[in-house]
């Protein structure tokens, strides 16, 4: 498949009013005029939090899809800053929708506890969504929001390379985005199916430069298992790291 002419669909984020004590709600957004692509099960929607690549990145976090929250975030973001230019509109609404809410507080105690901001030189994790974020590249194997009956897509029902509208995507968009990178990547998914999906794109010589962390729990709060996972993958992640900034002489 091609790439979608995405300007046109920020042209219309331009042109929605302007929310300044409110949220947008589903009915605003979740219209033919973001509509990118559909099947008899899921749609794919557009959304501007995904759209830069911080190329100078060490770390790569890959979700599944947006969710709902980061969506709205995104789209409030990108309205609210019409007046920076495009590149800083796309950056701020980056910064300000990855991973948001209680999902970015679990993945930064997580990554906090292996002790990872040590090997980049920083105090916290915390640092690579804030001051250092040109450290931490996120993204999802989805680049755009993906529904299922009206509910956030959650990587199966189908599974993300049985779906042949989602594999395109992956295709498309991510792919080409990894391909953006000339030096070494840890890269973290979250969850099992995105890092089902990672690794075999990784046996299918797909991912250069990419070391793909395995057991890393989804730091979701409606993962009831994050914890007990967490705890029992720790020494296997531990290691891990260790061995990719060992290999990268860091």
Not at 217 to 245: C, D, I, M, Y
């Amino acid at each position: 498949m091609e790439k979608a002419d995405l300007m046109q669909y920020l042209t219309e984020i331009s042109r929605l009013p302007l929310k300044t004590d409110g949220h947008y709600t589903k009915k605003e957004l979740l219209t033919k005029r973001f509509l990118l692509a559909q099947d008899e099960r899921l749609q794919i929607y557009f959304a501007p939090h995904n759209l830069i690549t911080q190329r100078k990145a060490r770390i790569m976090i890959v979700g599944i899809c947006p969710g709902w929250t980061q969506t709205e975030i995104a789209f409030q973001t990108y309205r609210a800053n019409l007046d920076l230019t495009l590149n800083a509109r796309l950056l701020s609404c980056k910064k300000a929708s990855r991973f948001a809410g209680g999902m970015r507080k679990n993945l930064i105690e997580m990554l906090d506890q292996l002790d990872l901001p040590a090997y980049l030189g920083l105090r916290s994790a915390a640092e690579l969504f804030d001051g250092r974020s040109e450290l931490l590249h996120t993204t999802s194997l989805i680049k755009f929001p993906v529904f299922k009956a009206g509910k956030n897509y959650p990587g199966y029902g189908p599974k993300i390379l049985k779906s042949p509208l989602l594999k395109d995507y992956v295709q498309t968009y991510f792919l080409a985005e990894v391909h953006e990178f000339t030096q070494p990547l840890l890269v973290i998914p979250l969850g099992k199916a995105v890092e089902e999906v990672l690794l075999t794109l990784q046996q299918q010589h797909e991912l250069p430069y990419c070391q793909v962390m395995t057991g890393f729990p989804h730091p979701s709060g409606v993962n009831g298992h994050r914890k007990e996972q967490f705890a029992a993958n720790f020494t296997f992640l531990a290691q891990e790291l260790q061995k990719f900034f060992a290999a990268v002489g860091q």
